[in-house]
Antibody, heavy 121, light 108 residues
Framework: QLQLQESGPGLVKPSETLSLTCTVS??????????WGWIRQPPGKGLEFIGS???????YFNPSLKSRVTISVDTSKNKFSLNLRSVTAADTAVYYC?????????????WGHGTLVTVSS | QSVLTQPPSTSGTPGQRVTISCSGS????????VSWYQQLPGTAPKLLIY???QRPSGVPDRFSGSKSGTSASLAISGLQSEDEADYYC???????????FGGGTKLT
């Protein structure tokens, strides 16, 4: 059974870089037809797509975050990572990683449990 | 402001049938498939419906999805107390070249 697990600091200072890793188990990150994505949810608010990566390194991002986001993949460790630069309090959210179907018939399944990242000095 | 529009809340009584709407445009729902997610309190979202009306294994057939034009709907029949959750729709957006979500609907 495929499982995803987010990890990383729960507290980041303003203007610094938020870094998270998603470890994939029970399946290979090199599976064809799937991207690996990041989605966030500010406290009490809805879901926001951040970006996704294919095992080959191909990426695409939410235009509103693109200038601050980097997503990378490590196929040898079955992991992919998120870097969000120059964070502010508005970036405080639960961050989820999920597998994403790599077509316009796009959906996310399964999801990690999520990790809360607070931006505060 | 979310790209896909959902009612903020809805309610029902046990055994009742409720529907949740999701309105979009020609660049998203109008030309691509819709998925639905259930988020129980304090947990991660879970895929409920994909490709407009397909249920993953393990999802009860009380849950059904449909799409018409630039709108989609999630129907829940035989409502149960454990269905109390937030529900989100999503679809690929050709203009943004990525997936977009609705703002979510809280079912009480």
């Amino acid at each position: 059974q495929l499982q995803l697990q987010e990890s990383g600091p729960g507290l980041v200072k303003p203007s610094e870089t938020l870094s998270l890793t998603c470890t994939v188990s029970g399946g290979s990150i090199t599976s064809k037809n799937y991207y690996w994505g990041w989605i966030r949810q500010p406290p009490g608010k809805g879901l926001e797509f951040i970006g996704s990566i294919y095992y080959s390194g191909n990426t695409y991002f939410n235009p509103s975050l693109k200038s601050r986001v980097t997503i990378s993949v490590d196929t040898s460790k079955n992991k992919f990572s998120l870097n969000l630069r120059s964070v502010t309090a508005a970036d405080t959210a639960v961050y989820y990683c999920a597998r994403q179907r790599a077509t316009r018939d796009s959906y996310f399944d399964p999801w990690g449990h999520g990790t809360l990242v607070t931006v505060s000095s | 402001q979310s790209v896909l529009t959902q009612p903020p809340s809805t309610s029902g009584t046990p055994g009742q049938r409720v529907t949740i709407s999701c309105s979009g445009s020609s660049s998203n729902i109008g030309s691509n498939s819709v998925s639905w997610y259930q988020q129980l309190p304090g947990t991660a979202p879970k895929l409920l419906i994909y490709t407009n009306n397909q249920r993953p294994s393990g999802v009860p057939d009380r849950f059904s999805g449909s799409k018409s034009g630039t709108s989609a709907s999630l129907a829940i029949s035989g409502l149960q107390s454990e269905d109390e959750a937030d529900y989100y729709c999503a679809a690929w957006d050709d203009s943004l070249n990525g997936p977009v979500f609705g703002g979510g609907t809280k079912l009480t």
